[in-house]
């Protein structure tokens, strides 16, 4: 198994090499048998040991294992305690979930405390066929048949390829010690049941059961490589344009296709979505409607689908007095300039020339809300900014971003839109105020 394991840190792990690594140890078989197979590789590799306090004086008896061990081998061990049971219940999880996210979250802080460019973990083939079998029951997409990744991120699990059968002949030949966790005899987890009860049935039955899980796992990889190529190609049809965070789906060229749920499935999984008939049925819906996962919302506008970030609502609301020439707008990524000038100057939806005399400083620059007008240059009366808006087929997200500038409450200028007609320049003009937008990159 070492001559294997070597043989893959030369050929699928090469990275593993010179990088300082930490390895994620329980004290069990499997864990013990990863860290004498990184010790005896030469990797520069520490140890992360997480106390659950599930179990306890067993789980105190791991964790002084760990360390015992670790002061033997001259290995940096690394230790940590949770109250599991408090934190599952306060975050509204199962127990096992809120381990893992809890021995996570510590790996990712020892990491950017340390410098770890990787975590190792001792998954095996074993593990990866009880994940099969769990998504399998619970139904699933190909996702879930291919199981467990051996990278994802920085977390790297390089004994992925061997059985519990080949991990326990290492240890017993190398005549490693190991600690038993009681608790994987407990049938009530399904993990365990099918690890004691169904995958030793599976066996019986075909003696090379795992080989053929193997090359079964092994083709699914390779035919989701082959749709995730395809993906990209369908994704080049459909995607209208990107924009910064904000990428824009044409709904014709997406109906178009055969399933058009499955491939919605694929183009918008990465982001969170799970209720893929709310997101087939966005497809028709009126413009305005959205759905959002925890990340990102996916706005229908119209012929197009838009999917951005989901950000906190920032409020806008600066005084500009007559002697400013610049104006910062937090959480956009523009500015406005502002000078003074002898005469007019060639203006667009960008820059704009005002009466000086019309204003009444200190100018506001804000957040439109319902019941705003103005009086539109171009146009006879006022209208509502809400109707102007609609008129000018702004995106939920546009309406959202628009920003405008008043002189006592009065709509001066929609920013990068429309002035109003009771502050642009006449012939009787005689003092003139330049306002122009600027692209700046505020956070």
């Not at 599952?88 to 020892?110: C, G, K």
């Not at 197009?304 to 610049?326: A, E, G």
């Amino acid at each position: 198994m070492l001559k294997l394991f070597q043989s893959l840190l030369q050929t699928k792990f090469s990275f593993l090499k010179e990088a300082p690594v930490l390895v994620a140890v329980s004290g069990g078989l499997d864990s013990m048998v990863l860290v004498d197979l990184c010790n005896q590789s030469g990797l520069n590799s520490s140890l992360a040991h997480c106390n659950f306090k599930l179990r306890g004086d067993e789980s105190d008896a791991d964790a002084n294992f760990i360390k015992s061990y670790a002061k033997a081998q001259n290995i940096k061990a690394f230790t940590t305690s949770f109250e599991t049971k408090a934190y599952a219940e306060s975050t509204r999880q199962s127990i096992q979930m809120a381990a893992r996210q809890l021995r996570y979250e510590w790996f990712r802080s020892l990491q950017n405390e340390h410098g770890f460019e990787y975590v190792l973990t001792a998954h095996h083939s074993d593990d990866n066929l009880e994940t099969f079998l769990i998504n399998l029951s619970r139904g699933t997409g190909i996702e879930g048949l291919i199981g467990i990744p051996e990278i994802n991120g920085t977390i790297v699990r390089p004994i992925l390829d061997f059985s519990r059968v080949e991990i326990l002949e290492y240890a017993t030949i190398e005549k490693l010690r190991w600690r038993e966790d009681s608790s994987n005899n407990n049938t009530t987890y399904l993990r365990n049941n099918l690890r004691h009860s169904i995958i030793p049935l599976l066996k019986e039955i075909n003696p090379s059961f795992i080989d053929s899980f193997k090359k079964t796992h092994n083709y699914l990889k390779e035919t989701n490589s082959l749709l995730d190529d395809y993906i990209l190609e369908v994704q080049d049809r459909v995607i209208e344009s990107i924009n910064g965070d904000q990428i824009l789906y044409n709904i014709n060229k997406i109906q178009s296709l055969n399933n058009p749920k499955a491939y919605l499935y694929h183009l918008l999984k990465p982001y969170g979505f799970t209720d893929w008939n709310e997101i087939t049925l966005l497809l028709e819906a009126q413009t305005g409607k959205q759905i959002s996962s925890l990340s990102h919302r996916l706005i229908k506008n119209r012929g197009h689908l838009i999917l951005s970030k989901t950000r906190p609502p920032q409020t806008v609301f600066i005084s500009i007095d007559r002697s400013q020439t610049l104006v910062k707008i937090p959480g956009h990524s523009i500015g406005l300039k502002i000078e003074l000038t002898n005469s007019k100057v060639s203006t667009s939806s960008d820059i704009i020339q005002l009466d000086f005399a019309s204003l009444k400083f200190p100018l506001t620059l804000r957040q439109w809300k319902d019941g705003d007008y103005f009086y539109p240059t171009g146009m006879q009366g006022k209208k509502k900014l809400s109707k102007f808006f609609k008129d000018e087929k702004l995106s939920l997200i546009d309406k959202e971003k628009a920003l405008i500038l008043c002189s006592d409450d009065q709509v001066v200028w929609v920013v990068g839109k429309r002035t109003d007609n009771r502050f642009i320049v006449t012939d009787q003009t005689s003092k003139f105020i330049k306002i122009s937008i600027e692209d700046y990159a505020y956070s």
